[in-house]
T-cell receptor, first 114, second 111 residues
Framework: ETGVTQSPTHLIKTRGQQVTLRCSSQ?????VSWYQQALGQGPQFIFQ???????GRGNFPPRFSGLQFPNYSSELNVNALELDDSALYLC?????????????FGPGTRLLVL | SQELEQSPQSLIVQEGKNLTINCTSS?????LYWYKQKYGEGLIFLMM?????EEKSHEKITAKLDEKKQQSSLHITASQPSHAGIYLC???????????FGKGTRLSVIA
């Protein structure tokens, strides 16, 4: 158990819809990152939040957005869903400090877009 | 941008055999992480290597980072069915940046 939880575990949407995925970080962790993992691929970085501010973004369009709350839980929102958005979405939390900190991953949300 | 290449892509070994998975980076590695993933599930942290020549072990799994910090290997001794899964290497460009991952190595262990 990593102490990172995600909800829902599975989700089916249709093209054009919007979706919100949730993540609860491990206690004491102030940084959360979201990753998209397509089938047979490694996770791809979407964005990162530190103390409720986005402080890093991968090569994903603006329709992917997020929020981090004061209790360090977070959301990933995807608007105008496309078929290629079907993937496993992973969140990872860590305590950002002055040294390399290990990221701990949640179990993921599997999204299917029809 | 940094890229990680893992080899082999997949591996089938008989229970009790040893195996090695490699991860090669296009750039010098700052921190190299090894994770294990059961199909469709989250990533389980195994080990992190940071210094050239560093080697770490946990139970029957040993990971090494070469002196030039551009290649890492993961070695499993006397494999068991519980070792089956997808092994992913990930690297950060600096202390607090997000990780770039390889595509993973799918390991199957047969009795």
């Amino acid at each position: 158990e990593t102490g990172v939880t995600q909800s829902p575990t599975h989700l089916i949407k249709t093209r054009g819809q919007q979706v919100t995925l949730r993540c609860s970080s491990q206690s004491g962790h102030n940084t959360v990152s979201w990753y998209q993992q397509a089938l047979g691929q490694g996770p791809q970085f979407i964005f990162q939040y530190y103390r409720e501010e986005e402080n890093g973004r991968g090569n994903f369009p603006p329709r992917f957005s997020g929020l981090q709350f004061p209790n360090y839980s977070s959301e990933l929102n995807v608007n105008a869903l496309e078929l290629d958005d079907s993937a496993l979405y992973l969140c990872a939390s860590r305590r950002q400090g002055g040294v390399q900190e290990t990221q701990y991953f949640g179990p993921g949300t599997r999204l299917l877009v029809l | 941008s940094q890229e990680l290449e893992q080899s082999p892509q997949s591996l089938i070994v008989q229970e009790g055999k040893n195996l090695t998975i490699n991860c090669t980076s296009s750039k010098t590695l700052y921190g190299l992480y090894w994770y294990k993933q059961k199909y469709g599930e989250g990533l389980i942290f195994l080990m992190m290597l940071q210094k050239g020549g560093e080697e770490k072990s946990h139970e029957k799994i040993t990971a090494k980072l070469d002196e030039k910090k551009q290649q890492s290997s993961l070695h499993i001794t006397a494999s068991q069915p519980s070792h089956a899964g997808i092994y992913l290497c990930g690297a950060g460009r600096s202390g607090n940046t997000p990780l770039v991952f390889g595509k993973g190595t799918r390991l199957s262990v047969i009795a």
